[in-house]
């Protein structure tokens, strides 16, 4: 077992964060918990899910309200005719400026580390979230700040099914979660973030508790 037990989980309130959330306390880790709230319409949402995930897991929930990193950059890129590349800078901002505004929060709080639930799904879809990168960005905070602070993203190497069988053993109630990109009340049932969610259930075959708008 790590000999870091201090742990400052990145909580988005979605499946794989609350997996990792579990995972870790239940690993030995004593954790809190980060939340960024860019101020979107299903940030209300999202938020209510992580509050209450932090209540059932009995920690501390931290929330930070902050703009969306890749909002100052999608204008800069849309100012230099930049349309093309801008998937790929909106999540460079978004990882990176996520990971050194917790990693600045772990220093001053002394955790010994920030921990992410970024799974196999998400580097298939974005490659260069891969260990490599992480350990990037740890070195860098490491150098930036004087002090090792660890990047932990123990489901790198499993895909979102495998990610929630673990959540299935631990009793998680992933009907308190929120995975939906849209501005609705509902889960919509039909952005590639709702499709994923339904294809994980089928994988693992548990019963979905999550109400959409759409079932098709």
């Given at each position: 077992m790590s000999i870091h037990k201090k742990c400052l989980v990145l909580l988005s309130g979605g499946l794989d964060s609350t997996t990792l959330a579990y995972w870790l306390k239940k690993q030995g880790y004593v954790i809190e918990a980060l939340y960024f709230d860019y101020g979107q319409g299903q940030m209300n949402i999202e938020r209510g899910c992580a509050i209450a995930i932090a209540k059932q897991l009995d920690i501390s929930l931290h929330i930070v309200e902050t703009p969306r990193p890749s909002d100052s950059l999608r204008n800069l890129t849309s100012s230099q005719g930049l349309h093309s590349s801008m998937d790929d800078v909106k999540l460079f901002g978004d990882v990176v400026g996520m990971c050194i505004m917790a990693a600045t929060f772990a220093f001053v709080y002394r955790f010994d580390s920030i921990a992410l639930g970024v799974d196999a799904d998400n580097v298939r879809a974005h490659p260069t979230l891969n260990n490599i990168f992480f350990r990037s960005i740890e070195k860098l905070v490491s150098l930036w700040i004087g002090n090792k602070i660890r990047v932990l993203t123990p489901f790198l190497e499993k895909d979102k099914s495998s990610v929630m069988r673990i959540g299935a053993r631990l009793g998680i109630p992933y009907g308190d979660t929120w995975?939906?990109?849209?501005?609705?009340?509902?889960?919509?049932?039909?952005?590639?973030?709702?499709?994923?969610?339904?294809?994980?259930?089928?994988?693992?075959?548990?019963?979905?508790?999550?109400?959409y708008e759409c079932y098709g």
């Open positions: 995975s939906c990109g849209a501005n609705i009340e509902k889960h919509c049932g039909k952005c590639v973030e709702c499709l994923a969610r339904k294809e994980a259930f089928k994988q693992i075959q548990l019963p979905d508790p999550t109400e």
